[in-house]
């Protein structure tokens, strides 16, 4: 049995050894390299490091669950962007690469239940994703609850097979919050950000105007949407930090560093004015 006794080098060991599966040369060549959610891979691995298992162990399950991570967000990344065909059919196809490798891991280990919960959870994030994607959610409290779901889905489903349900309530706000928070840094700095169309269709169903185009008054009132959600998730996860009976700090400090980047619309106006 391998042991690794600080959470710094599990987790420094694993994200090489998913950088080595991810990173291939040619795919490199044609498609935007893969997004290792780098506060992902360090959940699971807080997760799991609690857990009686060993090191090849906790690797082999996390390098499976980022694999199909990776997967779900290199097909995501066909739907928001245009791309070339070649450069289309290569992203699909690395997508399905990914997914491949993943299912190879698993099919070693064996573990049957494991694989269910995954694809459980891979199914509610595809779900979800056609309810966003097609403009389908149905209100702004059924869109926020779709994008919840497709960045915890997987990973709830996880803790679920562990029976570490505590870290649920945590999972979902945390990394809802971290999805919205970069979503409003987008929409700020680019004028655009498909998660907001989609609010800005579901606050005003009869504006047609794009969504650069839309007003100063407008983009305030999306913005104060979005802060009211992202308060309300900063308040769950403070919350819940403090009833879990343990947390490594290095995963605490990730998460107070999260949440201390978000800047209110109306902290700013009291502030500037």
């Known amino acids: ?61 996390c390098l499976s669950t980022m694999l199909v991570q990776i997967a779900l967000d290199t097909h995501e990344h066909i739907t928001n962007t245009s791309e070339v065909e070649k450069e289309r059919q290569l992203t699909v ?80 706000n945390l990394l809802f919050f971290k999805r919205l928070l970069t979503e409003r840094e987008q929409f700020i700095h680019t004028g655009n950000s498909f998660i907001f169309e989609v609010l800005k269709r579901d606050v005003y169903p009869k504006n047609e105007l794009k969504l650069a185009d839309i007003s100063i008054e407008l983009r305030d009132q999306l913005l104060m949407i979005c802060d009211s959600y992202l308060d309300q998730s900063k308040q769950v996860i403070e919350k819940g930090i403090q009833q879990l009976p343990y947390l490594n700090d290095y995963l605490e400090k990730r998460i107070s560093f999260l949440i201390s980047q978000h800047q209110p619309i109306a902290k700013t106006f009291v502030e500037e004015g």
């Open 1 to 61: 049995m391998i042991r690794l006794p600080d959470i710094r080098q599990k987790f420094i060991s694993i994200r090489e050894q998913v950088e080595k599966k991810v990173f291939d040369s040619y795919l490199l060549e044609y498609i935007e390299t893969p997004i290792i959610d780098e506060d992902k891979l360090l959940i699971l691995i807080s997760i799991m490091d609690r857990l009686e298992l060993s090191f090849n162990q906790m690797q082999n399950y």
């Open 93 to 172: 196809l690395a997508g399905d690469y990914f997914s491949g490798l993943y299912y190879k891991l698993l099919a070693e280990s064996k573990d049957i239940k494991v694989i269910k919960n995954l694809a459980k959870g891979i199914k509610e994030v595809n779900e979800h994703k056609i309810l966003v994607y097609q403009k389908q959610t149905g209100g702004i409290e059924k869109l926020m609850t779709s994008i919840m779901q497709i960045e915890s889905s997987l990973f709830e489903r996880l803790a679920e097979y562990f029976k570490v349900d505590l870290w649920n309530g945590i999972l979902s």
